[in-house]
């Protein structure tokens, strides 16, 4: 019955360790997921531009599983193992000194070679991760160019493509795997390999009479108890070291400086009363050859449309990205009713715009959220009538829930034109007094385009508009018209004006009426 008992508790015990712990290591990843979440959400647009997102998404899912299962996963033992150990060595000094002096000259053996061993594990677990990365941005390019990679019969190609990556990914797994496996058998040939050692040096103290049998059993017994929680320790610290390797690729997004943020000082603004200005403006991308753009001047009063006109390349969706601080400007200034925009709360600033962008940017969600998406407290009557504007109300209302159809990842289930429409609805349900177009009509037909086209003259009537589009027939009425090419302003005016004295818009008009 007591050993039964004793059996029990012990189990009962271990049980109930676990069980307090798990909210413990759950807690631990759920906080480590959710910062660099958070992280990759503060960092600007210039950072993404130098990572894959299939990487980024391996660190937040596979990277922050590694460090659950490597590190808070040996939790436990690093908790209970040093403190046997502990007890065990404290015994040993009692019994003998001298033994334990000897003792600790094993340990030291055992460890640096253990360590050296761990070192290594280290650096190949970074490069599995790594690696792993690279697997995922292959998944999330295949997925999402499978209609390019289908029409080009490209299967095979990016199939081995794939199968490379995998291959090396297996191979580092399969080093990474045999390194771990050594812990298990390696500590414990180290510790018999030390008992042996110790029972030869005791047999000597023994016979020479320095120290009594009964002492040395004793003393083997206490040594004896350290081996299986070195055993453990060394196994932990194996994983450890395995873990460290995606730790170090989430700490290094953790890590990353946001360069584009709120000053100290920042300001808040309520609201936009006068004019935009761009001030000889200069901007680089990171790590860019050439600037994207050089000293553009340009004056939105209130109420004005401004369009930007080029071909692909000319630096026209960098002049607009550059008013959100999606990007900071490298020279020069931009302002906002005389106010330097790196001046203000970056949350205020953006308050005051609408974005609709070239790429239609939707989310896996219904027609509704995604309209009133970043604006929780719209009704539903202002949804529809943002939808009405945007001539998108008559295509939701023949889908099967309507506003609740839920329209797939980026809004797949939903056609080019359908999907544009939804984003410009989005940006009118906001209601702000700077517009951002960029593209905001080039992926409809001709009838809805001009649907659209009559809602935004209907709508930017006393708003503020920086408009960019290829379809230069959409632009005809702005009150001024830019002309980029290489990042510089060449020709600027009305279309009339243009047209009569311009020489590169001139053309541009002409090929697009052929």
């Known amino acids: 019955v007591f050993l039964v008992l004793t059996f029990f508790g012990k189990n009962l015990f271990r049980y109930l360790s ?42 937040i899912s596979a990277d922050v599983q590694e460090v659950e299962w490597s590190i808070v996963g040996v939790v436990e033992s690093v908790a209970r193992e040093p403190l046997i150990i502990l007890g065990s060595l404290a015994f040993m000094v009692f019994v003998s000194p001298q033994l334990l002096i000897f003792v600790f000259g094993l340990m030291a053996f055992s460890g640096l070679i253990i360590g050296g061993i761990g070192r290594s ?226 949350k205020d600033l953006r308050a005051l715009m609408g974005i609709v962008s070239q790429e239609a940017i939707l989310f896996n969600d219904t027609v509704r959220n995604n309209i009133a998406f970043g604006n929780e407290s719209a009704t539903d009557a202002e949804i529809e009538a943002a939808a009405k504007a945007a001539n998108a109300h008559e295509f939701i209302d023949r889908l099967p829930e309507g506003y609740l159809t839920n329209i797939g990842d980026r809004g797949s289930k939903l056609s080019g034109g359908q999907r544009q429409r939804l984003t410009i609805a989005r940006a009118l349900l906001k209601n702000p007094p700077i517009l951002i177009l960029d593209e905001a009509t080039s992926a409809l037909d001709s009838e809805s385009e001009k649907l659209v086209q009559a809602a935004l003259d209907k709508l930017l009537q006393n708003r503020t508009a920086l408009v960019i589009a290829h379809r230069l027939s959409t632009v005809q009425h702005a009150d001024e018209i830019l002309v980029l090419d290489a990042g510089k302003v060449v020709e600027r005016g009305t279309h009339e004006q243009l047209m009569h004295s311009g020489n590169i818009y001139r053309k541009l008009v002409e090929l697009q009426a052929l």
């Open 121 to 346: 594990l280290r650096r190949q677990s970074g490069e599995a991760q790594q690696r792993l990365g690279m697997i995922g941005s292959l998944v999330e390019e295949t997925l999402g160019g499978l209609r390019i990679i289908k029409g080009f019969n490209a299967e095979a190609w990016q199939s081995e493509r794939f199968g490379g990556e995998n291959k090396r990914y297996a191979r580092t797994l399969t080093r990474l795997y045999r390194r771990k496996d050594l812990a298990s058998p390696l500590s414990e040939f180290l510790g018999i390999g030390a008992v042996a050692i110790l029972l030869w040096f005791g047999a000597k103290q023994v016979f020479a009479g320095e120290i009594s049998a009964a002492t040395f059993i004793t003393f083997l017994y206490a040594f004896y108890n350290i081996i299986e929680p070195a055993k453990q320790l060394s196994s932990a610290s194996y994983s450890i070291r395995k873990g460290m390797g995606a730790l170090e690729r989430v700490e290094s997004v953790l890590n990353a400086t946001v360069s584009i943020g709120d000053r100290a000082d920042a300001a808040g603004i309520a609201a936009f009363e006068d004019k935009v200005e761009y001030k000889g403006v200069s901007f680089r991308y990171q790590n860019a050859e050439r600037e994207a753009l050089e000293d553009i001047d340009l004056n939105i009063p209130r109420g004005r449309i401004v369009a930007l006109v080029g071909a692909s390349g000319a630096g026209k969706s960098t002049v607009a990205d550059l008013l959100p601080r999606f990007y900071d400007v490298t020279g020069g200034a931009i302002l906002i009713d005389g106010k330097d925009i790196r001046s203000l709360k970056i």
């Open 18 to 59: 676990l069980y307090f712990l798990a909210p413990v290591r759950n807690g631990i990843v759920h906080d480590l997921r959710q910062k660099l979440v958070g992280k990759i959400l503060e960092l600007p647009l210039s950072y993404f531009s130098e990572e894959r997102k299939g990487d980024l998404m391996s660190r």
